[in-house]
């Protein structure tokens, strides 16, 4: 399993359960930080679990960070993992760098992995009911392919419409689990979990 923005073990803790020892778990973070706590209280009594460093430019948890999200390739070999999880990444994530997150998912997965990646996707309903002032966020500002929150600092919260998620999707070559999980974010009161929850797999033929 790849853990993508695995931050200080948050979904990396309760799998620690659920993997068993020939199982593998890597995940990598902005945050050296994180990281080192994750080594230190994880890994040592579950040496399955690798924790990495990268350091990825983001305007909210390193802004100044050596690589480029746009063209940052994930430090693991092509077909290596079974499932890829990015739990709130692409909500401060910008477009070009979605997309090549996506490719890089597609690199790494095996024929038949599967990725479950979290959005605040917007749709009728959820567009509805941020104008109902029902939100979390208002997304009120506007840009090509997207919505932020703030002007100065894009990716402090970024929203996408749902078509464009789906477009990308695939254009990477991941093909969605039907149907979409959608989230409490935007003031549903059904909703499976805080953001949208998209569930896709790698085709079994394999695309590089």
Known sequence: MLDVGCGSGRMALPLTGYL????????????????????????????????RVVDVQNGVYNPTGRYRSSNFRFPYPDASFDVALL????????PSDVKQYLHEIVRVLKPGGRSLITFFLLNDESLALIKEG???????YEMPGFRMTHIENPESAIAYPEGFVRY?????????????????WCGRTN???????????????GIA
């Open 191 to 205: 909703g499976m979990s805080g953001q949208d929850v998209v569930i896709a797999a790698k085709p079994q033929t």
């Open 134 to 140: 029902k939100g979390l966020f208002k997304f009120e």
């Open 87 to 94: 739990a709130s990444v692409f909500t401060h994530m910008l």
């Open 20 to 51: 068993n020892r020939e199982s593998r778990y890597a995940g990598f973070d902005v945050s050296g930080e994180a990281i080192s706590w994750c080594a230190e209280n994880i890994s040592v009594s579950h040496p399955n679990f690798d924790f």
């Open 168 to 184: 990308l999707y695939g254009q990477c070559g991941l093909e969605l689990r039907e149907p979409v999980r959608y989230g409490t």
